[in-house]
């Protein structure tokens, strides 16, 4: 695994797993940049690459035109386990941001949402900010089709049968878009991250985050198609019930800061 840096001292860093979105990360980041224009302390991006086409090269031109700093992780094939929630889980030792924003890089999680989730995050009371499509005034427009709204729903409804009590509030325990305050990370809790739900697996196994859920409206794709496929469904299902009978370590005891 490579690493291309230019360096920041951030309030945030944004992660952004990337599989062949040479056609959205332009308009991506240039979005993400406009949306934290307000935002006075500096921020950076740290795009997790596991791409065949140009999208690493695109990024890292695109540090030229934005505030922020931006790095980018490739992953040459033969180390990219895990999925997309692997590609999370290379990226936490490497974010030095206080709070860690994950989101998708085909436009289906808005940009603008993100100075909203930072601003309820810095407000002091939450570990985690879920950006949710299922919320009240929330949106699954972006979903292509029935079936893969149907598929969600169903899917959605099952991990929150899988949450420990305290959470069962959390509407969309499947959301890709989050953002999460750093020193309240056990890594070593996530070193068997895997898949397409990082979220999902980060609360099953951290019981004691404070959580709370902006509403929004998941967007159509812009460029590229959705990895989702029957596999992966039935991938999750499995993980799901093997983090709900492995005894759990609730070992969330940083201090918020």
Same mark, same amino acid.
């Given at each position: 695994m490579s690493e291309q840096v230019a360096d920041g001292d951030p309030l945030l860093t944004i992660v952004i797993p990337t599989r062949d979105e040479a056609g959205s990360i332009r308009p991506l980041l240039a979005q993400v940049d406009a949306s934290l224009a307000d935002i006075e302390q500096a921020y950076e991006v740290l795009v997790v690459d596991d791409s065949s086409d140009d999208t690493a090269k695109i990024a890292m031109q695109m540090r030229h035109q934005l505030r922020a700093s931006v790095r980018v992780l490739h992953r040459e094939p033969a180390a990219r386990t895990g999925s997309l929630a692997g590609a999370v889980r290379e990226a936490l030792p490497y974010a030095r941001g206080k709070w860690i924003a994950v989101m998708d890089a085909d436009?289906?999680? +808005? +940009?603008?949402?993100? =100075? @909203?989730?930072?601003?309820i995050g810095e407000s002091g009371q939450y570990d985690v900010v879920i950006? @949710?499509? !299922?919320? +009240? @005034?929330?949106?699954? #427009? %972006?979903? =292509?089709?029935? !079936?893969? $709204?149907?598929?969600?729903?169903?899917?959605?409804?099952?991990? $929150? $049968?899988?949450?420990? %009590?305290?959470?069962?509030?959390?509407?969309? +325990?499947? @959301?890709?878009?989050?953002?999460?305050? #750093?020193?309240?990370?056990?890594?070593?809790?996530?070193?068997?991250? $895997?898949?397409? #739900?990082?979220?999902?697996?980060i609360l099953m196994t951290h019981t004691n985050l404070e959580v709370v859920e902006v509403p929004y409206s998941f967007d159509r794709r812009i460029a590229g198609r959705s990895k989702a496929s029957l596999n992966i469904g039935v991938h999750f299902l499995v993980r799901a019930v093997g983090l709900r009978v492995r005894p759990r370590r609730s070992r969330s005891r940083g201090q918020r800061s």
């Open positions: 436009l289906q999680h +808005p +940009p603008r949402v993100l =100075a @909203s989730l930072l601003a950006a @949710s499509r !299922y919320a +009240p @005034s929330g949106d699954a #427009k %972006g979903l =292509a089709s029935p !079936y893969r $709204r149907i598929v969600s729903i169903v899917a959605t409804a099952f991990a $929150r $049968r899988q949450l420990p %009590g305290r959470l069962a509030h959390v509407t969309d +325990p499947l @959301s890709g878009f989050f953002l999460i305050r #750093k020193c309240r990370m056990q890594i070593d809790l996530l070193s068997g991250l $895997r898949g397409f #739900k990082a979220l999902f697996e």
